[in-house]
C-alpha cells in the first residue's frame, strides 16, 4: 500500500519501534500514537509537530472499545493499524520465587483486542493494512524468555489465521502484515537484554528497521523479517535442536548469569 495520505493508528507509538515507524510515516500520513501513560504521549505529540495521541492499555478489551469511539468519531478514516504495545521481561522457571509476567495479556490478548475492535473498521476502506508485531524469537524460542517467546508465537499464528480469513472473505485490499524484528537495542523494551544489544550479531539498527518495514509495506508484504531475523527465521525451520539451543543459550547468560 502507497504510504501516503493514510490514517495511521500505531500502539506502543510513544517509544522504540512504535515511535520510529511513527516519526517515518509522519511526513506524509497523518499518525495517531497510543499507550498508556498520557504525560508520555503528551511529550512525544509536543515534539513531533502534527502527531496525535491518545491513552489506551491494550490488554484491557473497555479501553481498546474506547479508543475506537474516539476513532470513528475523529478519524473515521483510518486505514491503517501497527500493533507494536508490547514488554519482555526474564523469567526463570527453575525459580519458584520468580514473578511470572504479563507478556500474554499485553503482547497476545492486547493484539487480540486491537485486531478484533479494529478490523472490521479496516475492511470499510477502499485499501487498508493492519501489522502484527512479532519478534525472531518469534521463530526461535529465547531460553531466558519463555512466556515472551510463547506471546510472539501466539500473535505470528494469529497473524496466519487472520490473513487467511481476510483472503476467505475476499478481501483483496485488506493487508494483513507480519513483521519479525530482530533485536533493536535503541529501545526501552528489556533493559539488561539491551543494554549491551549493539555488540549482538542479531541486532539492527533503528533507522534500518524502519526502513526495512517501510519497504516491505508499501510492497505489501505479508512477512517482513528485517536483518537478522531471516537468519532467526531459517534456524526455526531447520536448524537441529542442538544448535537451537547453543544460539540461545546466550541469553541465559546476560540475563541470569554464568553458571
Ligand atoms: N526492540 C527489540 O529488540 C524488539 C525485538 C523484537 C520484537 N520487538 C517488539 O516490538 C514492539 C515494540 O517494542 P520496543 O522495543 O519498541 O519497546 P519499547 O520501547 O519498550 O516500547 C513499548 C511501547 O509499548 C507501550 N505499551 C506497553 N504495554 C502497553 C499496554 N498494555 N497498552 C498499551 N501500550 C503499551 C509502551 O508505552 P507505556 O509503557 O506508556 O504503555 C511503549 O510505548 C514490541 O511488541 C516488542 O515485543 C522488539
Known amino acids: 500500500m502507497k504510504l501516503e495520505n493514510n490514517t495511521v493508528l500505531i500502539t506502543g507509538g510513544t517509544s522504540g519501534l512504535g515511535l520510529g515507524l511513527a516519526q517515518a510515516l509522519l511526513k506524509h500520513n497523518t499518525v495517531i500514537v497510543t499507550s498508556r501513560r498520557p504525560a508520555v504521549i503528551e511529550q512525544v505529540t509536543a515534539e513531533n509537530p502534527g502527531m496525535i495521541g491518545y491513552p489506551v492499555d491494550v490488554s484491557d478489551l473497555a479501553s481498546v472499545e474506547h479508543l475506537k469511539e474516539t476513532i470513528l468519531n475523529q478519524h473515521p478514516t483510518l486505514n491503517m493499524v501497527i500493533n507494536s504495545a508490547g514488554i519482555m521481561q526474564n523469567v526463570n522457571f527453575f525459580d519458584?520465587?520468580?514473578?511470572?509476567?504479563k507478556e500474554i495479556e499485553t503482547n497476545l490478548i492486547g493484539t487480540i483486542n486491537i485486531d478484533k475492535v479494529f478490523l472490521p473498521l479496516l475492511a470499510q476502506q477502499p485499501e487498508a493494512t493492519l501489522v502484527n508485531i512479532t519478534s525472531g524469537l518469534a521463530y526461535v524460542a529465547s531460553t531466558a524468555h519463555p512466556i515472551y517467546s510463547a506471546s510472539k508465537a501466539g500473535v505470528g499464528a494469529l497473524t496466519e489465521?487472520?490473513?487467511?480469513?481476510?483472503?476467505?472473505?475476499?478481501?483483496?485490499?485488506?493487508?494483513?502484515?507480519q513483521v519479525a524484528p530482530p533485536l533493536v537495542s535503541e529501545t526501552n523494551l528489556n533493559p539488561t537484554m539491551h543494554e549491551n544489544g549493539e555488540k549482538n550479531p542479531v541486532n539492527m539498527k533503528l533507522t534500518d528497521f524502519v526502513a526495512a518495514v517501510v519497504k516491505g509495506i508499501e510492497k505489501d508484504k505479508p512477512i517482513i523479517n528485517p536483518g537478522p531475523s531471516k537468519l532467526l527465521n531459517i534456524i526455526g525451520r531447520f536448524?537441529?535442536?542442538?544448535?537451537r539451543l547453543r544460539a540461545m543459550k546466550g541469553s541465559m547468560m546476560t540475563e541470569f548469569g554464568k553458571k
Open 96 to 101: 519458584a520465587t520468580a514473578p511470572l509476567s
Open 161 to 177: 489465521a487472520i490473513r487467511g480469513q481476510a483472503n476467505y472473505f475476499g478481501h483483496e485490499k485488506l493487508h494483513i502484515i
Open 239 to 243: 536448524a537441529p535442536m542442538g544448535l
